[in-house]
């Protein structure tokens, strides 16, 4: 019988890491999906664990960009790449100092339903409205200085609104005010996601330790390591994917498969869950 329990219990964190891989970068929002996953039995998760498996998405996203990192990190005297990394820092120096003053207001809606699936939806149908009037501009690689602010602000509304998906809201805020190339504009919001989340992921982690570390002291660290170990692989392949899928499609798929989802959540959750 205890056997069983801890088969289940694996099999539940393998689910809960392919779901956080997949939908951690695609524009479908990983709070929404991981909130599905909670009311089809996969349990609730404590921010200790919700950190590691975020953490695995993280770092296959620096995996797959390690050879841009290097390259800016390397050249950092060349204009271009100079640049590039100044308009990262101050779209990330945007969230991040904003998203303080935010959680020291307490300002952050919950985390249930209601609030998701209508952002899920609102979210859809700006991402195809943004498409549609970024489709009718010239194709723009650049990333402006007003890109990047606007990008480190779409951050931080994600970070208040559950269910936005930090990078549905990053990549057609860009794709609003001037980057209307889908690849480029990608690149940027993913490469500012990394110090981004990395950030939000240390600190909580940080506030758990501060608090004594009573949180992580009962985590089951096996389970962790598998979870991570899961979302790493799956958010890999995911991003991969999308890469390759955004060179010769449009954003309309993700679209409309979070009105379907907002749909859905509104019909068969309790609004208070």
Not at 2 to 8: P, Q, R
Not at 128 to 149: H, Q, Y
């Amino acid at each position: 019988m205890d056997m069983d329990v801890t088969m289940s219990d694996v099999w539940q964190v393998i689910w809960l890491g392919i779901i956080e891989g997949i939908t951690e970068f695609l524009p479908i929002s990983s709070t929404g999906h991981l909130l599905i996953a909670e009311k089809l039995g996969l349990g609730e998760r404590s921010d200790v664990f919700n950190v590691v498996i975020q953490a695995g998405a993280i770092l296959a996203v620096v995996v797959i960009y390690w050879p841009r990192l290097w390259q800016l990190a390397v050249n950092f005297r060349q204009p271009d790449n100079r640049d590039y990394l100044l308009k990262l820092t101050v779209a990330f120096l945007i969230t991040g100092v904003l998203g303080l003053i935010i959680t020291k207001l307490g300002f952050k809606l919950p985390e249930t339903v209601t609030p998701i699936a209508w952002a899920l939806i609102i979210g859809g149908i700006w991402m195809v409205v943004a498409e549609w009037l970024a489709a009718k501009k010239a194709d723009v690689v650049r990333i402006t200085w007003t890109v990047a602010i606007v990008v480190g602000l779409a951050q931080v509304v994600a970070a208040i609104f559950p269910g936005t998906s930090r990078s549905a809201a990053t990549i057609f805020a860009a794709m609003l005010v001037g980057t209307s190339n889908r690849a480029a504009a990608t690149e940027f919001a993913f490469l500012v996601g990394i110090p981004t989340m990395f950030a939000a992921s240390g600190k909580l982690l940080f506030d758990v330790f501060r608090q004594g570390g009573v949180g992580a002291a009962s985590e089951d660290w096996s389970d962790l390591s598998i979870a991570f170990v899961v979302s790493t692989v799956t958010a890999f392949i995911a991003v991969k994917w999308l890469l390759r899928y955004i060179q010769t499609h449009r954003f309309t798929l993700f679209a409309i498969y979070r009105v379907v989802l907002g749909i859905a959540l509104l019909l068969w959750l309790p609004s208070g869950s």
